[in-house]
């Protein structure tokens, strides 16, 4: 081997040390600061390190927005039809090639739909993810979805990324009610007058959880089921209304 090319190969592995000690610490910051919102601009937020680009199939980039980008602004133009959000909805689950999962439910918001995949063998919660509400792009959701699903998680973050957030293994030690304990005090903190709803949808790892305004679903939040750590949904915008929901 050359000189000049060891220096080359020498040069590009440091560099990739570098990246690898940078992605560790802003993961391990945003840990340490809690519940973040995601979407703004910044290293996540669009036309940062994570934004805009991507494709729009299961593990892959997440759509238009890019990886983190793009959660947080309406889309133009004709909004899609229950029919067409129900069918893509449809078509993206089974792109996972499990016939164990369903579209478990869809909710409007002026941002875009949000979709809950469910596992019809054990009725429990798999993934998150959301439809553009124009341009119909479809992608995992970010946050919890991503960060602390311990069984779907990877289909979002592959590899290195996800081996930085460490995701837990084996049964929540917190309960249903617990999370819904913990969700109301983080409310009573941070949003007062806003309400948990009567359930907590659990998912590995985590629980989701309707928030609620004058009795009203107002947006949403999830609880860590090893922590109890909360994370507000703060990409949703506000809510419209509830399109679909398997029975």
Do not use: C
């Amino acid at each position: 081997m050359s000189s000049n090319t060891r220096r080359i190969t020498a040069i590009v592995a440091a560099l990739l040390v570098g990246v690898l000690l940078v992605g560790g610490l802003v993961a391990t910051t945003v840990l340490a600061q809690g519940p973040v919102p995601w979407g703004g601009g910044g290293m996540m937020g669009p036309g940062g390190m994570m934004g805009p680009g991507g494709t729009t199939g299961p593990g892959g980039m997440m759509g238009s927005g890019g990886m983190m980008g793009g959660w947080g602004a309406p889309g133009t133009g004709t909004p899609l039809t229950p029919e067409q959000v129900a069918e893509r909805a449809r078509q993206y689950v089974a792109a996972y090639g499990n016939p164990d999962l369903e579209v478990a439910e869809i909710m409007e918001f002026d941002n875009h739909f949000y979709i809950q995949a469910r596992e019809q063998s054990t009725g429990r919660f798999a993934f998150e993810f959301l439809i553009d509400r124009t341009g119909g792009a479809t992608h995992p959701e970010p946050g919890p979805n991503m960060m602390w699903n311990s069984k779907y998680g990877h289909m979002g973050w592959r590899g290195m990324m996800g081996r930085w957030w460490n995701r837990q293994s084996g049964p929540e030690t917190v309960t249903a009610e617990e999370a819904l304990a913990q969700a109301q005090q983080w409310l009573d903190a941070n949003r007062p007058g806003t309400t948990v709803g009567d359930e907590a949808d659990a998912f590995y790892g985590y629980y989701t959880i309707h928030t609620l305004k004058d009795g009203q679903i107002a947006g949403m939040l999830s609880v860590n089921g090893y922590t109890g750590q909360v994370w507000y949904h703060s990409w949703h915008g506000a809510f419209i209304g509830m399109e679909h929901e398997e029975e």
